[in-house]
């Protein structure tokens, strides 16, 4: 049962690698928007632009992490196949 929920919350495919990076862009550009109000001027229009690059950043970095696992189980996978031989 466990099991089952723990893989709700794992990444497993490209597509959804980029559902999460489109929502986090949406509320670090919603939160952007918010700086640009509250600080007006040239520092709401830096802290924005910190906030989307945390999404390029964070984004990068799942869309990494994605590419390494499926490498390491293909990896795997072709170790266990040549073990069976």
Do not use: C, H
Request: net charge positive; no cysteine.
């Amino acid at each position: 049962m466990w099991t089952k929920i723990k893989r709700l919350f794992v990444i497993k495919t490209r597509f959804e690698a980029f559902l999460i990076i489109y929502a986090l862009a949406l509320g670090a550009m919603t939160r952007g928007a918010n700086y640009t109000i509250e600080y007006p001027g040239v520092g709401g229009w830096l802290l924005m632009s910190a906030t989307a690059g945390a999404v390029f950043l964070g984004g990068a970095k799942i869309l990494d992490a994605i590419r390494y696992e499926q490498e390491a189980r293909l990896a795997a996978e072709a170790e266990e196949a040549a073990a069976d031989r």
